[in-house]
Protein backbone atom coordinates (compact mmCIF):
# COMPACT_ATOMS: atom_id res chain seq x y z
CA UNK A 1 0.00 0.00 0.00
CA UNK A 2 1.32 3.11 -0.67
CA UNK A 3 2.19 6.43 1.34
CA UNK A 4 -0.60 8.34 -0.16
CA UNK A 5 -3.33 5.82 0.29
CA UNK A 6 -1.87 5.79 4.13
CA UNK A 7 -1.99 9.13 4.67
CA UNK A 8 -5.36 10.14 2.69
CA UNK A 9 -6.52 7.61 4.77
CA UNK A 10 -5.96 8.99 7.78
CA UNK A 11 -7.04 12.33 7.37
CA UNK A 12 -10.16 11.34 5.35
CA UNK A 13 -10.97 8.54 7.85
CA UNK A 14 -10.40 11.30 10.66
CA UNK A 15 -12.76 13.81 8.96
CA UNK A 16 -15.36 11.40 7.88
CA UNK A 17 -15.36 9.75 11.60
CA UNK A 18 -15.77 13.36 13.29
CA UNK A 19 -18.75 14.26 10.79
CA UNK A 20 -20.30 10.73 11.06
CA UNK A 21 -19.97 10.59 15.01
CA UNK A 22 -21.56 13.83 15.51
CA UNK A 23 -24.88 12.56 13.45
CA UNK A 24 -24.81 9.75 15.98
CA UNK A 25 -25.64 12.25 19.07
CA UNK A 26 -29.14 12.45 17.75
CA UNK A 27 -29.23 9.14 16.09
CA UNK A 28 -27.77 6.58 18.41
CA UNK A 29 -28.59 3.53 16.96
CA UNK A 30 -27.39 1.67 13.31
CA UNK A 31 -30.33 1.74 11.89
CA UNK A 32 -31.25 5.08 12.29
CA UNK A 33 -27.65 6.13 11.87
CA UNK A 34 -27.14 4.25 8.72
CA UNK A 35 -30.89 5.97 7.02
CA UNK A 36 -29.47 9.23 8.34
CA UNK A 37 -26.01 8.57 6.19
CA UNK A 38 -28.34 7.64 3.28
CA UNK A 39 -30.36 10.70 3.50
CA UNK A 40 -27.97 13.29 4.59
CA UNK A 41 -26.64 15.42 1.26
CA UNK A 42 -23.34 16.63 2.97
CA UNK A 43 -21.34 15.30 6.03
CA UNK A 44 -20.01 18.32 8.28
CA UNK A 45 -17.04 18.13 10.33
CA UNK A 46 -16.96 19.83 13.87
CA UNK A 47 -13.91 21.30 15.67
CA UNK A 48 -11.72 18.28 15.37
CA UNK A 49 -11.16 18.62 12.24
CA UNK A 50 -10.95 22.25 11.83
CA UNK A 51 -8.06 21.97 14.29
CA UNK A 52 -6.36 18.81 12.64
CA UNK A 53 -6.24 20.91 9.53
CA UNK A 54 -4.74 23.94 11.42
CA UNK A 55 -1.61 21.23 12.56
CA UNK A 56 -1.59 20.46 9.32
CA UNK A 57 -1.25 24.22 7.42
CA UNK A 58 1.41 25.22 10.31
CA UNK A 59 3.47 22.10 9.95
CA UNK A 60 3.46 22.83 6.08
CA UNK A 61 3.84 27.15 6.68
CA UNK A 62 6.95 26.69 9.21
CA UNK A 63 8.63 22.91 8.03
CA UNK A 64 8.69 22.38 12.05
CA UNK A 65 5.99 22.52 14.69
CA UNK A 66 6.17 26.20 16.22
CA UNK A 67 3.34 26.00 18.57
CA UNK A 68 2.30 29.81 18.80
CA UNK A 69 2.25 29.46 15.08
CA UNK A 70 -0.15 26.77 15.76
CA UNK A 71 -2.12 28.68 18.00
CA UNK A 72 -2.34 32.05 15.24
CA UNK A 73 -3.45 28.81 12.57
CA UNK A 74 -5.93 27.48 15.22
CA UNK A 75 -6.91 31.26 16.30
CA UNK A 76 -7.49 32.03 12.63
CA UNK A 77 -9.39 28.88 11.91
CA UNK A 78 -11.93 29.57 14.17
CA UNK A 79 -12.33 33.00 13.88
CA UNK A 80 -13.25 32.26 10.05
CA UNK A 81 -15.46 29.48 11.42
CA UNK A 82 -16.34 29.62 15.12
CA UNK A 83 -19.91 27.48 14.81
CA UNK A 84 -17.79 24.10 14.31
CA UNK A 85 -18.45 23.52 18.04
CA UNK A 86 -15.61 24.24 19.74
CA UNK A 87 -15.90 23.67 23.66
CA UNK A 88 -14.67 26.86 26.05
CA UNK A 89 -11.16 26.06 26.45
CA UNK A 90 -9.89 27.34 22.58
CA UNK A 91 -12.00 30.37 22.58
CA UNK A 92 -10.61 31.27 26.35
CA UNK A 93 -7.30 30.65 25.50
CA UNK A 94 -7.62 32.78 22.26
CA UNK A 95 -9.24 35.64 24.07
CA UNK A 96 -6.16 35.78 26.73
CA UNK A 97 -3.78 35.83 24.05
CA UNK A 98 -5.14 38.87 22.28
CA UNK A 99 -6.49 40.81 25.21
CA UNK A 100 -2.85 40.21 27.29
CA UNK A 101 -0.27 39.35 24.89
CA UNK A 102 0.37 36.29 26.90
CA UNK A 103 1.36 33.12 24.70
CA UNK A 104 -0.66 30.35 24.07
CA UNK A 105 1.53 28.16 26.07
CA UNK A 106 1.23 29.89 28.99
CA UNK A 107 -2.64 30.50 28.46
CA UNK A 108 -3.01 26.99 28.14
CA UNK A 109 -1.53 26.70 31.49
CA UNK A 110 -3.59 29.00 33.49
CA UNK A 111 -7.12 26.55 32.82
CA UNK A 112 -9.11 25.10 35.18
CA UNK A 113 -7.33 26.55 38.05
CA UNK A 114 -3.87 26.08 36.68
CA UNK A 115 -3.99 22.60 36.35
CA UNK A 116 -4.44 22.80 32.47
CA UNK A 117 -7.22 20.44 30.43
CA UNK A 118 -7.01 16.75 30.85
CA UNK A 119 -10.02 16.69 27.91
CA UNK A 120 -9.39 14.97 24.43
CA UNK A 121 -8.88 18.19 22.41
CA UNK A 122 -5.20 17.50 21.97
CA UNK A 123 -5.64 13.98 21.03
CA UNK A 124 -8.87 14.65 18.68
CA UNK A 125 -6.95 16.66 15.90
CA UNK A 126 -3.18 15.02 16.19
CA UNK A 127 -3.41 12.96 13.31
CA UNK A 128 -1.34 14.61 11.37
CA UNK A 129 1.86 14.65 13.62
CA UNK A 130 1.29 10.84 14.18
CA UNK A 131 1.71 10.81 10.17
CA UNK A 132 4.55 13.09 9.61
CA UNK A 133 6.78 12.00 12.73
CA UNK A 134 5.80 8.28 12.72
CA UNK A 135 9.55 7.23 12.60
CA UNK A 136 11.13 9.89 14.70
CA UNK A 137 12.75 8.77 18.03
CA UNK A 138 10.68 12.02 19.48
CA UNK A 139 7.47 11.22 18.60
CA UNK A 140 6.71 12.07 22.23
CA UNK A 141 7.81 15.46 22.00
CA UNK A 142 6.55 16.75 19.25
CA UNK A 143 3.31 15.24 20.14
CA UNK A 144 3.42 17.26 23.12
CA UNK A 145 4.38 20.19 21.84
CA UNK A 146 1.38 20.16 19.42
CA UNK A 147 -0.97 19.60 22.47
CA UNK A 148 1.08 22.50 24.57
CA UNK A 149 -0.87 25.39 22.88
CA UNK A 150 -4.21 23.94 24.72
CA UNK A 151 -3.61 21.46 26.95
CA UNK A 152 -0.94 21.47 29.70
CA UNK A 153 -2.17 18.80 32.23
CA UNK A 154 0.00 15.55 31.64
CA UNK A 155 -3.19 13.63 31.20
CA UNK A 156 -4.57 15.83 28.05
CA UNK A 157 -0.48 15.66 26.77
CA UNK A 158 -0.45 11.66 27.02
CA UNK A 159 -4.00 10.96 25.58
CA UNK A 160 -2.59 13.34 22.20
CA UNK A 161 0.69 11.38 22.20
CA UNK A 162 -0.42 7.67 22.55
CA UNK A 163 -3.20 8.74 19.64
CA UNK A 164 -0.22 9.79 17.70
CA UNK A 165 1.57 6.75 18.76
CA UNK A 166 -1.68 4.84 17.28
CA UNK A 167 -1.54 6.74 13.93
CA UNK A 168 2.32 6.46 13.34
CA UNK A 169 2.17 2.37 14.77
CA UNK A 170 -1.07 1.44 12.36
CA UNK A 171 0.89 3.46 9.38
CA UNK A 172 3.65 0.85 9.67
CA UNK A 173 1.31 -2.09 9.74
CA UNK A 174 0.48 -4.15 6.59
CA UNK A 175 -3.29 -4.98 5.97
CA UNK A 176 -2.20 -8.01 4.29
CA UNK A 177 -0.75 -9.55 7.03
CA UNK A 178 -2.31 -10.50 10.62
CA UNK A 179 -1.17 -8.09 13.87
CA UNK A 180 -1.21 -9.02 17.38
CA UNK A 181 -3.24 -6.50 19.41
CA UNK A 182 -1.13 -7.19 22.26
CA UNK A 183 2.09 -6.10 20.28
CA UNK A 184 0.28 -3.26 19.19
CA UNK A 185 -1.13 -2.16 22.80
CA UNK A 186 2.25 -2.83 24.23
CA UNK A 187 3.39 -0.27 22.15
CA UNK A 188 1.37 2.22 23.54
CA UNK A 189 1.86 1.25 27.01
CA UNK A 190 5.42 1.86 26.89
CA UNK A 191 4.98 4.79 25.43
CA UNK A 192 2.48 6.11 27.82
CA UNK A 193 3.79 8.27 30.73
CA UNK A 194 1.00 8.95 32.80
CA UNK A 195 -0.73 5.81 35.07
CA UNK A 196 -4.37 7.16 33.88
CA UNK A 197 -3.52 6.29 30.77
CA UNK A 198 -1.84 2.92 31.41
CA UNK A 199 -4.13 1.56 33.27
CA UNK A 200 -6.70 2.24 30.40
CA UNK A 201 -4.42 0.78 28.03
CA UNK A 202 -3.84 -2.60 30.19
CA UNK A 203 -7.71 -2.53 30.54
CA UNK A 204 -8.26 -2.74 26.85
CA UNK A 205 -5.38 -5.45 26.26
CA UNK A 206 -7.67 -7.38 28.95
CA UNK A 207 -10.56 -6.56 27.32
CA UNK A 208 -9.87 -7.39 24.00
CA UNK A 209 -8.31 -10.83 24.94
CA UNK A 210 -11.35 -11.86 27.04
CA UNK A 211 -13.23 -10.85 24.27
CA UNK A 212 -16.37 -8.90 25.56
CA UNK A 213 -18.85 -7.28 23.83
CA UNK A 214 -18.33 -3.63 23.15
CA UNK A 215 -20.86 -2.49 25.15
CA UNK A 216 -19.59 -4.29 28.26
CA UNK A 217 -15.95 -2.63 27.09
CA UNK A 218 -17.93 1.10 27.36
CA UNK A 219 -18.62 0.75 30.28
CA UNK A 220 -15.22 -0.79 31.47
CA UNK A 221 -13.26 2.05 30.15
CA UNK A 222 -15.60 4.90 29.54
CA UNK A 223 -16.02 7.54 26.55
CA UNK A 224 -15.65 10.98 28.06
CA UNK A 225 -14.33 14.14 27.09
CA UNK A 226 -11.51 12.83 29.35
CA UNK A 227 -8.27 11.71 27.55
CA UNK A 228 -7.93 8.68 29.60
CA UNK A 229 -11.05 7.28 28.47
CA UNK A 230 -11.70 8.26 25.09
CA UNK A 231 -8.37 7.89 23.35
CA UNK A 232 -8.73 3.88 25.09
CA UNK A 233 -11.90 3.60 23.92
CA UNK A 234 -11.15 4.57 20.59
CA UNK A 235 -7.87 2.11 19.98
CA UNK A 236 -10.30 -0.44 21.35
CA UNK A 237 -12.71 -0.21 18.42
CA UNK A 238 -9.54 -0.10 15.82
CA UNK A 239 -8.37 -3.02 17.79
CA UNK A 240 -11.83 -5.00 17.69
CA UNK A 241 -12.65 -4.47 14.32
CA UNK A 242 -8.99 -3.74 12.78
CA UNK A 243 -10.47 -4.92 8.96
CA UNK A 244 -13.51 -3.21 8.54
CA UNK A 245 -13.52 0.88 8.76
CA UNK A 246 -17.06 0.47 9.10
CA UNK A 247 -17.43 -1.38 12.09
CA UNK A 248 -14.78 0.35 14.03
CA UNK A 249 -16.45 3.73 13.85
CA UNK A 250 -19.61 2.32 14.43
CA UNK A 251 -18.27 0.76 17.54
CA UNK A 252 -16.46 4.02 18.89
CA UNK A 253 -19.27 6.30 18.21
CA UNK A 254 -23.13 3.95 18.73
CA UNK A 255 -21.67 3.67 22.53
CA UNK A 256 -22.10 6.88 23.67
CA UNK A 257 -20.02 9.42 25.01
CA UNK A 258 -18.32 12.11 23.09
CA UNK A 259 -19.02 10.86 19.85
CA UNK A 260 -17.51 12.69 17.05
CA UNK A 261 -14.56 13.27 18.91
CA UNK A 262 -14.47 9.30 19.61
CA UNK A 263 -15.17 8.92 15.90
CA UNK A 264 -12.33 10.93 14.54
CA UNK A 265 -9.92 9.68 16.49
CA UNK A 266 -10.87 5.25 15.79
CA UNK A 267 -11.10 6.89 12.03
CA UNK A 268 -8.05 8.51 11.97
CA UNK A 269 -6.41 5.22 13.54
CA UNK A 270 -8.41 2.87 10.76
CA UNK A 271 -8.03 4.48 8.19
CA UNK A 272 -3.95 5.27 8.34
CA UNK A 273 -4.00 1.15 8.72
CA UNK A 274 -6.36 0.09 5.93
CA UNK A 275 -5.75 3.12 3.51
CA UNK A 276 -7.87 5.70 1.67
CA UNK A 277 -9.48 2.29 -0.99
CA UNK A 278 -11.28 0.95 2.15
CA UNK A 279 -13.06 4.01 3.33
CA UNK A 280 -17.16 4.01 1.64
CA UNK A 281 -17.12 5.94 -1.43
CA UNK A 282 -20.32 7.22 -0.19
CA UNK A 283 -19.29 8.26 2.76
CA UNK A 284 -16.50 10.02 0.98
CA UNK A 285 -18.05 11.51 -1.41
CA UNK A 286 -20.75 13.30 0.78
CA UNK A 287 -17.97 14.73 3.13
CA UNK A 288 -17.37 18.72 2.98
CA UNK A 289 -14.02 19.86 1.70
CA UNK A 290 -12.88 16.18 0.57
CA UNK A 291 -10.37 17.26 -2.09
CA UNK A 292 -8.89 20.01 0.55
CA UNK A 293 -8.35 17.23 3.12
CA UNK A 294 -6.43 14.97 0.57
CA UNK A 295 -4.57 18.03 -0.45
CA UNK A 296 -3.70 18.37 2.84
CA UNK A 297 -2.70 14.74 3.53
CA UNK A 298 -0.62 14.41 0.29
CA UNK A 299 0.98 17.36 0.85
CA UNK A 300 1.99 15.88 4.47
CA UNK A 301 3.56 13.19 2.76
CA UNK A 302 5.76 15.12 0.20
CA UNK A 303 6.85 17.28 3.10
CA UNK A 304 7.58 13.98 5.15
CA UNK A 305 9.66 12.52 2.25
CA UNK A 306 11.89 15.46 1.57
CA UNK A 307 13.43 15.13 4.55
CA UNK A 308 12.71 19.07 5.06
CA UNK A 309 10.23 18.45 8.59
CA UNK A 310 11.93 18.78 11.96
Known amino acids: MTDSSRFSGCLLGS ?13 TNIERLSYKLEMVKKLIYT ?28 QKNFK ?11 PTIFAAVTQTGTTYVEAAKSLFG ?10 MRVAPIGLVYHDSLDLYEKANLAASVTHAHPVGIDGSAIQ ?6 AVDLDPENEFSPDEFLNGLIDFTRTPQMKSRLLLVQRLIAENVSPVWAAQQIGRSVSAHESVPFSIYSFLLYPRSFE ?4 CSILNGGDRDTLGAMAGAISGAYLGVEALPQTW ?3 LENRAFIQGLALKLME ?6 IT
Open 164 to 169: AKAVAL
Open 247 to 250: NCLF
Open 80 to 90: REPWRGYASGP
Open 15 to 27: ALGDAIGELAFHN
Open 47 to 74: DDTAMAIGIAESLMERGYLDPEHLGETF
Open 303 to 308: LRAGDS
Open 284 to 286: LQK
Open 114 to 123: GRGSFGNGAA
